[in-house]
């Protein structure tokens, strides 16, 4: 998504790194449930060694604290510096100086080092505050027109309601739950009506009952600007975004229930007498390997089998990321599925594993990747220089035209402006990873 979200320009880019306009589905389209998926597959992980050892306390609070910061921390990203970038008239170089100073706040607070972190804000907010004190026009961040919805809110949500729903049922029940909400979602969608429009269809934009909800409850201030009557990730469509996260759930306890059985046979086959200890040795491997190879025939097995179904619902219900429809939930469901099955086949029965070291690098960095490659991306825009003919434009359009439209046609350039931006962030990433410093909550 990183690549996706900084092209060197929005007006020349290639099919497959764009969303689908309204209905249909490209490859861009599968990164934020595959996200939501291996979100759903962490969770028996993180959460069953709680569970064996009692439900308490301290699990809820650690469930709620998580989802609340990934939630805060979306909102901060896209209200830093808390004013108007070019309105306020504090001079540029302070301007960037704030910019970095709450930025690196940020930072030092996910990386675990609040003290510090609070200390580095508090001397942002007195700079701020000094400017503003001495007469400086500083325009305020709008917070009547803050986006309210948004990519890391909805992990946010899906995680948080999952991870309860995991703590309290059996993976039956789990199953149903799903299946119950994506029946529903359907239902929703093509049955209720939609006030003040003469005919309800997931075809329009406006008049689609999750659109109607998202500006009756969020109001159309605190939605989506580019959607304008309608927010990608709003209220009513996170429902079929959690069965996503659902679904990675099923998978994550299957897979552990499929390493447990593993483990037991290769111990089984080990503690045998030692008069058959090579014969023991053969065996266990050989249940072992049986074993991984049966995982990753099970991950194709249900991969297809949803790939069928959401396709074939979508005969008469869309695919739809926008809405996040029941075909579109359980179409990128199959198709995670055959994804993790094939890095499983890949990494941990071919052992072909260097080609994955660039993954490793942005997975154990994740949210720091997607929240700081986002602050910068904004200030990219926000910054204005001088372009041609004296008019202003932002600093990332100045790189671009100034670099890049050098050297290609605008739309090579574009995907190579979005190339070097990653490339940059993995360096950084690497910095990190070099480092051991990894960015969680």
Not at 63 to 78: E, G
Not at 266 to 282: K, M
Not at 323 to 348: E, K, M, N
Not at 366 to 376: H, K, P, R
Request: hydrophobic content about 50%; charged content about 15%.
């Amino acid at each position: 998504m990183t690549l996706v979200n900084n092209p060197g320009t929005w007006s020349a880019i290639y099919s497959p790194l764009k969303h689908a306009e309204w209905h249909g589905i490209t490859p861009t389209d599968y990164v934020f449930p595959f996200f939501l998926f291996i979100v759903g597959v962490a969770i028996p992980i993180a959460l069953g060694r709680r569970i064996e050892a009692g439900i308490s306390r301290e699990t809820y609070q650690k469930i709620v604290s998580r989802a609340a910061t990934i939630f805060i921390v979306s909102l901060l990203m896209s209200a830093i510096p808390f004013f108007d970038f070019n309105k306020t008239e504090i001079p540029f170089v302070i301007k960037l100086l704030i910019v970095f100073g709450y930025t690196a706040a940020l930072f030092l607070y996910l990386w675990g080092k609040t003290r510090l972190g609070l200390i580095t804000a508090g001397a942002t907010i007195a700079l701020t505050l000094g400017f503003w004190a001495a007469g400086t026009v500083i325009v305020p961040y709008s917070v009547g027109t803050m986006r309210i919805p948004g990519v890391l809110q909805r992990i946010a949500v899906c995680y948080l309601v999952v991870s309860i729903v995991y703590l309290h049922t059996t993976w039956r029940q789990q199953a149903m739950i799903g299946i119950g909400l994506l029946l529903l979602y359907w239902f929703l969608m093509t049955g209720i009506p939609v006030p003040g429009c003469e005919i309800t269809t997931i075809d329009d934009k406006a008049c689609n009952f999750a659109a109607y909800l998202d500006r009756l409850i969020l109001t159309e201030a605190h939605i989506w600007r580019s959607g304008k009557v309608f927010d990608p990730e709003g209220i009513l469509s996170t429902v079929p975004a959690i069965v996503t996260t659902i679904s990675g759930v099923l998978t994550g306890t299957w897979l552990k229930t499929r390493a447990k059985s593993a483990s037991e046979a290769a111990a089984g086959g080990a503690s045998v007498d030692s008069a058959e200890s090579n014969n023991s040795t053969y065996t266990s491997d050989a249940a072992f390997g049986r074993s991984k190879y049966e995982i990753v025939a099970g991950l194709f097995f249900a991969g297809t089998v949803a790939l069928a179904v959401g396709w074939s619902w979508s005969l008469v219900f869309p695919l739809n990321k926008s809405l996040w429809t029941s075909s579109y939930t359980v179409y990128t469901t199959g198709l995670a599925l055959l994804t993790l099955a094939s890095c499983y086949w890949l990494i941990d029965i071919k052992e072909y594993r260097k080609w994955a070291k660039p993954f490793v690098i942005f997975g154990v960095n994740a949210l720091a990747l997607y929240v700081f490659s986002g602050i910068m991306a904004r200030l990219l825009g926000m910054v204005r220089v001088a372009g041609p003919g004296g008019t202003e434009i932002s600093l990332q359009q100045w790189i671009f035209d100034t670099f890049f439209l050098s050297f290609a046609e605008p739309i090579n350039a574009s995907l190579a402006y979005g190339i070097s931006f990653i490339l940059f962030w993995l360096f950084l990433m690497w910095l990190l990873y070099r480092r051991r410093i990894y960015i969680k909550v």
